[in-house]
């Protein structure tokens, strides 16, 4: 028999669920949180799963948030508009209800990884002087409940580079630079939306 394929925890945590035409219901997990409000690096990236699952699940490209109000723990509506949809690229608008009124709305382009040629993705960046993932401090909530780190960090493995750790952890003068290594808790394989989540997990 084959292994079951049950979602890991930021997996579950993303998931949408298909309630009408355009429309998928979510529920904003708990301490995934910053500040008393729901992180929002995970808000758009669920947005972008129910917005990339209304194009048959391409990955997506680019997406842009803007947002106009606080999203907190509980459950939330997704409403999502195909704005144009071509061969390989389809740009979808959502906008994310809580309460009955708007958290976000966003703007994406989704294309399937299978249709980009490797000869048009450009990595140009020079990685930053990190120690190993093994030999770096990871960010842990604070356990006294102080707003940094923030409860969200604990849903995730994000090892801090120098900087970070000798500010958010220590209260030390630092260098206003932010580096570190960022991966999902137990293994869980990244998706392309976990880039959203890792964008904005680090303070």
């Known amino acids: 028999m084959g292994e079951v394929d049950t979602p890991g925890i930021y997996r579950a945590a993303t998931a949408v669920q298909r309630i009408g035409e355009h429309r998928w219901a979510t529920r904003f997990a708990e301490d ?5 409000n729901t992180n929002g690096g995970y808000v758009m990236a669920i947005a972008s799963r129910a917005s990339a699952a209304e194009v048959g699940d391409r990955d997506p490209v680019t997406i842009t948030g803007h947002f106009t109000r ?4 509980g459950d939330a509506v997704i409403e ?3 704005v144009r949809e071509g061969r390989k690229l389809a740009v979808v608008r959502s906008r994310v209800f809580q309460d009955d009124r708007v958290v976000v709305e966003t703007l994406g382009t989704f294309a399937a990884a299978s249709d980009v040629e490797p000869e ?7 990685p930053p002087d990190l ?4 030999d770096s401090e990871p960010m842990l909530p604070h356990p006294d409940g102080a707003p940094f780190p923030p409860p969200s960090v604990g849903r995730l493995d994000l090892r801090a580079g120098p900087e970070l750790i000798d500010f958010f952890v220590h209260g030390r003068p630092s260098t206003p630079r932010v580096t570190g290594w960022f991966r999902l808790r137990d293994g869980e394989p990244l998706d392309a939306h976990a880039l959203i989540v890792a964008s904005d997990a680090f303070p």
């Open 32 to 36: 995934w949180d910053i500040l008393g």
């Open 70 to 73: 606080p999203a907190h723990t």
């Open 80 to 82: 999502t508009e195909v």
């Open 120 to 126: 048009t993705i450009l990595t140009d960046a020079v």
């Open 131 to 134: 120690a190993p993932p093994g």
